[in-house]
Structures are given as structure tokens and as C-alpha cells.
């Protein structure tokens, strides 16, 4: 039975996820159809259920404004007081500057020439440029509501009418007064643009070129399934979902029902995870690193693929849904990562443009990810299926295009890239995979290889200061590797455990039967002494393996290979050497604990049996299989194995392995003839 805490913890869990995918759930505030332009129809008939107006669908509205645009005439007026105050502030300038040496002949003529000017228009600076460029061959006057269309040839801006003065007025005294008189700064635009009355007339034509070209009559049909969306229908569905909106007058059912529908729809998917977790995976549902793992793994990428269909057109298809049920199966099981997979992909149909297309492609991506990775421990191996999840979706795609619209012409490149961009993501699950190691302590079947590498500093250190030691845990593994592969226990786990169960011996080697040579150290030593010695390799190795940062699964090899079992020799030894007193076993004793999994159980098994054979005087099958059976019996009696779940038949397939892997090893060799001479 799970404690209050647990429970407390699943729940938070549960309603926490929920709480934030329901949340972070892409919506909009009216109901509306997901469809692509090109793309069939996946909903039922359509009809219309009022008139509704048909429009020009936006390329063509796009072109007619462009059209506008290029021929309308703005709206200019003309300040003719402006101009007048302009003219008599010069020409009272102009009488009243001293020292000027003209003429009032000349003063006319200068009058005159600004007359000229000011009646052919004076314009800003931008209009001028237009009207230079070709861009505003003409302009419109408004009089009495009547437009009149005025060329603009003839229009200056304020320094071309300057420099259009100074060439007229050839005089040299004439060009000297204009410039003492500063006649460029009197100069000013009297011709401007009427904005307000430009857009105005803008805006009236285009409302008028973009008004309805027809009208859809109630009842009448609008799109079947299976039809492909024309632009001229997308502009109509645009349409109905704009006055459905309109006429709606339902706020409680356009937002709260559909909320309430999702949370029910989070809270059946969640509760379908923790069903398959209670029922068929309960060592999962009692470990809360597991819980939260698969929580916290699902609720992320689901929120990261939301991001990536709000930033993206085709996002989903860029989302690396896969790397959930890489990383489960990499940490847990096969079948816990298909579970979990099929909940996240149902979690982010919701929002996928075509849901039965995207169920499937999604499908075949997570069995083609799951098949091909089932025993990871190469890096190679994960580039490898990347690229196939690739292929899995690109046969997917061409699949779904052909069988609803026959051809593959309709196809887009750019879908392909989507893939192309998942698969790259899905290669970077390796980084992700070290991360996630080290935040939850999972070790994964990657870094059991790596460990298991001779080179690695621990291993090396063994070999070399115990070199018998390491050959003893070489054979061990070997051993243990048979057994694991016989009762479908975990082989990488085991043969890197064994691999390390004994580097505490680095401490003390020549304390160890199998470094001695010669010498034993024991023979000063009485048994107490010595079963603190040999009992204290499994102290140092845990100590040297914290050091080494080795993983918490190697961690139980090395605490439990011998369980709570007792030093036998020196223990023997003793109670010999003290008859008819009552021994304490506590100085005798192994620290422990018992073997928790089958994997440890193993080694313990594999550690007595492998050592003991090396003693064996006779090799023969029936001695082999005696040694094995009497070892083995006797962990079993001593009650060294009651805390694993290895079951009688498990016992009975590693005995038979071990006797098979030792008959192997132990063969007898037929002796080479000498050569006559």
C-alpha cells in the first residue's frame, strides 16, 4: 500500500500536469474549422445557415488593391491666401531693403517672376520627387464636391522654383537683390495633400472594389468531405466563421464548456497512464523518481510541441515526439514507452490541423523508434534511428497525400524538411539522455557500456595493483553474463556490476588469496583481524565507487554481492580454535544488505561458485555440477536470497548455466605427441 505522502505526491503530480497542458493549450475565442488551402475537406457536409456574402478570395483583393493603388489621384489643396501674404511680405521686403541697385522696373519684373511661379504650383519636397519619378502624373482639386484632375508637370518644389528664378532673372543686379532680399526663405509649398479626404477616397474605393461578388443562400451547400479547399472557399469559410462569431451569443458554451471538456479529456488520458502503471507496472507506480520521470517527461514535450505549432506553420511535424519513448526505453521498458508515446500523441491531437493523418504518422514514428533502438549502447545506433523515423515519416506523408488526392505532384518539399529538422532533433536525445541521468540516477544502457570499458581509470587501477583480483572479476562477469542471458535478467547491468564488485580489494590486495604469492598476511593476523580485513572490501569499494562517481545500480553490486554472509573461512577458523564458546558472528559479517534484484543475486552467485571452482582438485561434471548445487543450496538455506525476486524456476536455469559455463571452461585437453626423431 502506498503512504499518505505517495499518494499526495501522485496527485499533485496528476493535477499538475493537467492544470498546465489544459493551460498552455493553444485556443482561440470562437469555434472554427482546421483545414489547409489544397487539402481535402476532412469534416462532413457544410451547408450555409443564413446568406452569407462570397468575397474575392486575398490574392485577387491583393492584386486589385495594387491596381488602385497605381492609378489613384490624391487629393491636393491650394492655399491661395497663403499665396498672397507670401507675394506682398516679399514685395514689401523688396521696397524696403536698402542699398539693392535696381530699378522698380526690375522690381516688377522680380514681382512678377514670383507670380509665375506660385501660380504653376508649389509643392513639398516628397510630392516633387513623385511627381519627378513619373509616380503622380496628375492630382485631383475638390470644388463644390466636384473633383477635377490637375497635371502636375508643371509643379515645383521650393528650391526647384528658386533655381527655375535665378536662371530667368539673367540680371546681374537682379540675382544680387534676390539673394540680399533671401527670397529662398519666402519661398513655401502653397500646394499640400489633403490627407483626410485622400484616405477617405481611398477607402471608398476600396470597399467598393472588395464588395461582395455573390452570395451563398441559406441551405445551400458550401463544401462536402473530401473536397479540396479552393482559395475561393477559404475566403468563404473565412467568412461564415466571422459572422458565426458575430451571431453567437452563447459566451458560457464558446469558452467554459470546452474547457471543461479538455480537462476531462487530460484527466482520462493521465488516468489511463497511472492505470497501466498500478496494474502492470506497480514497481514503477511505488517509485516516485519513476512517477515523476514519466510525468515530467510527457508534460514537457508536450508543452515544447504547442510552442513549436504556435511558432512554426508545420510545427508538429518539426516537434521530435519520438525522443519520449527513446528516452523511457532507454530507462525503463519497451512497453512502458509505447504507453507513453500513445498518451502524448493523443494529448497533442487536439491541436493537429488533421488529426487521423498525424495519429498515424505518429504512430509508425514511435513502433519504428522503439523496434530500432531495443538494446541501446552505441551512439551510432541513435544517428541510426533518427534517420529511420525520417524515412518513417516521409513513407507516411506520401501514403496519406496519394490515397486522398491520387497524386504525389501535391506534395511539398517543405514537409520534408519538417522531418529532416525532427530527425536532427531526435539525434540530440544522447545530450538528453546524460541530463536526465544525473537529475533521476537512472543509468542507462550507454554509460554500462562505457563503465565496462577495461581502460576505465578504476578498472585499470584494478588490473594493475590486483591483477588476479581483476581476472577473478573478468570470469565473474562471464559467468554471471550466462546466467542473466538464461533468465532474461539484465546482461549490460550484470556484467558491468560484476565488472566492479571487488575494487574495495585495491585497499588491501595482498590480503587476497587470488594477489598472494607466497605470502600470506593473514598468518599474523588473528581471525577477528582478518575478517575486518577481507569484510572491509566492500566499505572501501563503496567508498572508492562514490569517489568515482560510479552510478547508484554498480553501487549495489558492490554492497551486495555478499549480503549479510559471513567471512566462513575466519569464522570457521575461529569457532575451531574457541570450542564449546559462543561465537558472535557480528565481526564475521559481511555489512550487506542481501541482494535486492536478480541481478545481484547473480553475482553473489557467480562470485562463490566462480571462486570456489578455482579450489577444485577435479573437474569433472559431476564434481562441477555438485560444487555449483551445494554453493548455491547453501545461500539459499542461509536465507541470503529472501529479498530478491529470483523464483525457483530462475535458480534452477542459472545452476544449469553455471554447471554449463564451468564445463566449458574447465574442458579436459588431450596431450600433443611428441615429434620422432
Known sequence: MLHRRKITLRVLLFLAAVAMIV????????????????RPWSYALLTAPFDIPVHLDSASVAVLKDSIDRNFEPVYVRDIAAEKTLISDYTTRLNSSPGLNITPAQKNQIIRAIR??????????????????????????????????????RYLSAFRAYEHLDSTLRDRDVRAALTATKLSDMLQPTIMLDTLTTKRLIDEAYQKAMAPVGVIQQGERI??????????????????????????????????????GQILYMVILFGALYGYMFFFRPAYFHDDRTVVFLMSLITVFTLFSFAMQATFRSGLYIAPFTMVPILVLVFLDSRTAYFSHLIQVLICTIIAPFPLEFVFMQFIAGVVAIDSLKDLTRRSQLIRTAALIFVAYSLCYISVEVMQTGTLAKTEGRTYGCFGINAILISFSYVLMFLLERVFGYTSRVTLVELSDTNNPLLRELSEECPGTFNHSMAVSNLASVAAQAIGANVQMVRTGALYHDIGKIKNPAFFTENQHGVNPHDALDPIQSARVVTGHVTDGLAMAERAKLPPKIREFIAEHHGKGKARYFYNTYCNAHPGEEVDPAPFTYPGPNPQSRETSLLMMADAVEAASRSMKEHSPEAITALVNKIIDGQIAEGLHNESPLSFRDVQAVKESFIQRLRTMYHSRISYPELNK
Open 223 to 260: 463544401i462536402d468531405k473530401g473536397d479540396i479547399v479552393s482559395t475561393r472557399l477559404a475566403t468563404i469559410l473565412d467568412t461564415y466563421e466571422e459572422m458565426i462569431d458575430e451571431r453567437s451569443d452563447g459566451r458560457i458554451s464558446q469558452h467554459h464548456y470546452p474547457i471543461a
Open 23 to 38: 493551460y498552455f493549450l493553444p485556443r482561440t475565442d470562437k469555434d472554427h474549422y482546421i483545414y489547409e488551402v489544397n
Open 116 to 153: 509665375a511661379v506660385y501660380e504653376d504650383g508649389i509643392v513639398d519636397r516628397d510630392t516633387y520627387q513623385r511627381i519627378a519619378s513619373g509616380q503622380l502624373p496628375a492630382v485631383r482639386f475638390v470644388h463644390d464636391n466636384v473633383a477635377i484632375s490637375m497635371p502636375t508637370d
